[in-house]
């Protein structure tokens, strides 16, 4: 149930095939939590409905309660065809709720959502010219610890393993100095230095490095009343709780009844991914040039795409600065820091969040979406909302 | 009643003249810590009384209930004075309780004990030799978060605020470009630098980068029942306890009738403090050559003496590496990570620790004290203690 753990001694270090039913809607910014008897339901006040009305996509088919009629399709899953069908299926559910069409639309999303988001904004751009009307009325992305350019976001995580203590000089050095994964042929010390490496990340939950790890995966018998920001087991809780018949039902999800359980993260189509351009800046360009809101977010304390990364990235893009560096403000702390460019990217740190910032910084989190939205910067002072 | 703030400007980023009984005892390792009504007391269950006899000493005279009676003697404090006056307590101590004295002897503090501490055990092992007998049985040092080498501890702390993504790039190139404290003239664009850079550290508790602040500093009706790790507002409760007439009675404390209200940090002493070498470490070699236990540990969340400077001084002093860098482990968790030099040295860092280490994380505290006074290694697998 706990996330698969990456040892990211591969080329990318995060994968497609994650579902935004459990992380996105169940764990982090909907408008329910599961309680620790796989159940019962808790309200999340930090909710993101309370800044629009979100829906949730389980994309591409093959994860989750997302499926074909064609088993094969789950071989040749990819990044173009993630963003064909999820493209469709916006166009359709517009056909189906049209008093949402002219709506303003803003499509966000974390980890390897770098990918899709970007790559679905395209289409929608693409299509709205080809067409040379609006169909989806898109205004701006916004994206949070996500891949976007597989250089600079493995040499950031090696970075911030090394400047958080959790890997020693020694074995980024002996990394660096052998691992070259492009070339053919790999020296016997780069293996040497990747177990060093997987020793010393595979006890902690490089997701939230700080984080405690989940030692009684079971389900209570009772619910836990109180709202806990960021327990360890909460996957378990909703696996749990979208297995279950009559949530189902209500959901109106699972009708073919799948040969499967509901998981949070596909095996099926994971490790036959093959289509995934190495970044996906120059369409985060596309956008600054069209005038589309751009925002960049990092929790700060997740190690598999880590702020280093982020900001690595950031800086490929040679972009010119607007509002620099500066400490952003909820409920009179500090939620991170942000720095504004021209274009206009905006790129905000969330304080103290793992890789699911909504699920460890929830209120700073709600904050983040509500500026987005409103088009205003994070705020500077301490006294803004 | 907060710490004052440190904004680094300065060479030196910790200052002497903070309070053992303040921190130390009340909020870290202490049996005791005081509710937040401020007159009751809960156990510590992770005190260090669980593994030896300790003592704790506020230090020099001005600290806490230490005074002289000579308050002249406040303007010329300083390292040397420091480390005299602690050895004669010490071996003043021992005439009185004369039970401890053949008991092995162990020195542990933080912060701007990087100093005192060296310095004390430098005294004892010259005055043993001196006297050519054991006047204090010393076996060895521990030392947290602490000020050893000036120029290694600035720009690890420097490195780390980057690297935690707190203070830009471009304020640190800034600094390191046009701050050079040791000329006398300064460009116009170094205050600046410092401005931006304090701008990003005001407003968060730069001894635990990712803690809350203590924004209702009051203290309750009824004491709150659980031990809270890590109360931002804990300073609050140990001022008003320990300056309640009651609590001094019983410590058989402020028997004179101080003028001045007993204070974690005293402001009588550390702006006058003048004598402070640049470096300690030439005495950790001299202990290391001695056959003197040294560890040295390193809350990794903590932005003032933070776990990058530490490694930056540990390496200065170029020694052999005994086991390289593991994850050790407390209760099923990785509590840090810990290597051995040849000498011996063991560095320890602390998982999810602040500058004040037994405060943020006791557990994981007491048991590197204990493995400390064992002289074992921090242990390498889960199943160990």
Redesign the interface.
């Known amino acids: 149930m706990q996330r698969i753990h990456v040892t990211c001694t591969q080329k990318k270090c995060v994968c497609p095939g994650c579902s935004s039913l459990a992380y996105g809607a169940m764990e982090e910014l909907g408008p329910f939590r599961v309680n620790s008897d796989g159940k019962t339901l808790q309200k999340n006040k930090y909710s993101w409905n309370h800044a629009a009305n979100v829906l949730f996509l389980e994309s591409p088919a093959g994860v989750g309660f997302s499926y074909s009629n064609t088993s094969s399709d789950y071989d040749s899953s990819g990044d173009r065809r993630t963003a064909i069908d999820n493209y469709i299926f916006l166009v359709n559910w517009l056909e189906r709720f049209p008093e949402y069409k002219k709506r303003d639309f803003y499509i966000t999303g974390e980890s390897y959502a770098g990918h899709y988001i970007p790559q679905l904004a395209h289409t929608i751009l693409l299509n709205n010219k080809n067409a040379n009307k609006t169909i989806i009325n898109l205004k701006g992305i916004m994206i949070g610890n996500a891949a976007i350019n597989d250089e600079t976001d493995n040499r950031g995580m090696y970075?911030?393993l090394v400047?958080?203590?959790?890997?020693?000089?020694?074995?980024l050095h002996d990394i660096r100095t052998f691992c070259n994964f492009s070339s053919g042929t790999i020296p016997i010390q780069c293996p040497t230095a990747l177990d060093?490496y997987n020793?010393?990340v595979l006890?902690?939950d490089i997701y939230n490095?700080?984080a405690?790890?989940c030692?009684n995966p079971n389900l209570t018998a009772f619910p836990k009343k109180n709202l806990i920001v960021g327990d360890p087991c909460s996957g378990v809780y909703t696996h749990s709780y979208l297995n279950r018949a009559n949530v189902q039902e209500a959901l109106h999800a699972n009708v073919t009844k799948l040969k499967y359980d509901w998981e949070s993260c596909s095996d099926l189509i994971s490790s036959k991914w093959s289509d995934s351009p190495s970044t996906t800046i120059p369409l985060l360009q596309e956008f600054l040039t069209n005038g589309l809101r751009v925002w960049i977010f990092?929790g700060?304390?997740d190690g598999v795409v880590p702020?280093?990364s982020t900001?690595y990235s950031i800086k490929t893009m040679n972009l010119s600065t607007k509002t620099?560096?500066?400490?952003w403000?909820f409920n009179?702390?500090?939620g991170?820091?942000a720095?504004v460019y021209k274009g206009d990217l905006t790129f905000a740190?969330v304080?103290?969040a793992g890789h699911e910032v909504p699920r460890y910084q929830p209120g700073r989190a709600l904050s983040l979406i509500r500026h987005f939205l409103k088009g205003t910067p994070p705020p500077t002072t301490?006294r803004q909302p």
Chains 1, 2 share one sequence.
């Open positions: 970075d911030y400047s958080h203590a959790i890997v020693s000089d020694q074995t060093e020793q010393d006890f902690i490095i700080y405690p790890l030692n990092s700060d304390i702020v280093t900001k620099t560096w500066y400490p403000f009179g702390e500090v991170g820091y720095e740190t304080r103290g301490k």
